[in-house]
């Protein structure tokens, strides 16, 4: 029988220890596999504070590296765990391959996966053998008609399935999954998001079924409604309707309800959350070269080649930049770009305007322009994109649709809609700061000189 973890410094599971014991979310996992009726995975919003969210995605080296990094600074952390910004195991590689690492380097913490549990089956051992303490399912519903209201649609391999199908496979998984833990000595929560019209008459029946599985505690979270999502419209359920829920569940399974509602890359205390102020640090190590597969170019959208200021789905070839000594061996000056500073000084060697480097410092060149996939192919389109664009970290475009959005993110590409000069948004990505600068100035003018989206002038 295996030994059941220490759970009293688990913040979430006790709540006692969430005074004095933090948790840290390493936002290795992009993709979903299903599609839920209120997710929408926004990302690189510091003001957004909610599961889904994260201002980076690391891979597992990464990874490995920040926890370190956050551990100098805030020595309070005891659990690692991760939570997105899509589904641990639907980027099963990458988890595993985290856990691993992270149990090499720090074997006394306690780890932590939040999964829709869909994809978790086949690797329940490997989570064992990785040291996995404690897990985390949502299951909104035990009856495949109530949660076939919930789910747009469910990916396995390469099928797609909806509607009750997808509903009655997701449900097999997961109480799979829950026995699966159970027995291996996982400690699992259950979540249950409370949605009104839809499973708020069902809760107790969730509670006990889990309970009878082997749960030990379970979350109901009630709805946050959120911008562009199928359940948008529905309404956030009362205190009062979530404390009945609570009650009628607690009969069977014990209650959380002290839970934050954590972005995918929480870090701190539950009541003292860093995730804003640590944000940078999370950016830094997302753009370090970890050795394995980093992705060292920023591929930019630009009509005349100067200037970012074209829609992704209009580009018919994209620039291709990454770092290069300086010419004559000089680093970037700190002038804040300039029409000089142009395509025809970057090419190859580059004249700096790297905002925050100094001299001696490697300064973005262009190296190249691809042709793009051509349009008319649907989601193909960007999957092919994203295929040419797999040494990239980011894409810059004045403006992007959601689909093609969604597509490069769950490749591990980021879209930032920005403006202003090629090199100096190219300089601030390569350097791991801050793109906000960049956003601001759509359309603004500054000292005379346009530094705007380049469409008036
Ligand atoms: Fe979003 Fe999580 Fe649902 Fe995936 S499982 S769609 S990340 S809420
Ligand atoms: Fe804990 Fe809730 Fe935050 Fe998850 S979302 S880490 S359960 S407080």
Known sequence: MPCTPDTTSHPCFTEKAAQSCGRVHLPVAPKCNVLCGYCNRKYDCVNESRPGVTSGVLTPAQAADYLDRVLEREPAIRVAGIAGPGDPMANAAATLETLRLIRQRHPDMLFCLSSNGLGMPPHLDALAANGVTHATLTINAVDPDISARLYTWVRDGKVVWRGRPAAELMLERQLTALTGLVRRGIVVKVNTILVPGINDGHVEQVAERVAALGATLMNIIPLHPTHDTPLAQVAEP?????????????????????????????????????????????????????????????????????????????????????????????????????????????????SGDVPGSTAGMPVPVLLEERATPRPGCGPERWHALADMLKDCRAVLTAACGESPRAILREHGITVTECAGIVEDVVGAVLAGLDVNAFRARKGGVSKGCCRGGGDGC
């Open 238 to 350: 009362s205190p009062e309707a979530v404390g009945e829920a609570r009650r009628l569940a607690g009969a069977h399974i014990r209650q959380m309800t002290h839970c934050r509602r954590c972005r995918a890359d929480a870090v701190g205390l539950l009541h003292h959350d860093r995730s804003r102020e640590l944000a940078p640090l999370l950016r830094e190590c997302a753009q370090k070269d970890d050795g394995a597969g980093a992705r060292p170019f920023v591929a930019v959208a630009t009509r005349e080649g100067m200037l970012v200021n074209q829609h992704l789905g209009e580009a018919t070839r994209l620039q291709i930049w990454g770092l290069g000594p300086a010419r004559g061996g000089k680093g970037g000056t700190t002038t804040g770009g300039g029409a000089a500073s142009g395509l025809d000084d970057a090419k190859g060697t580059g």
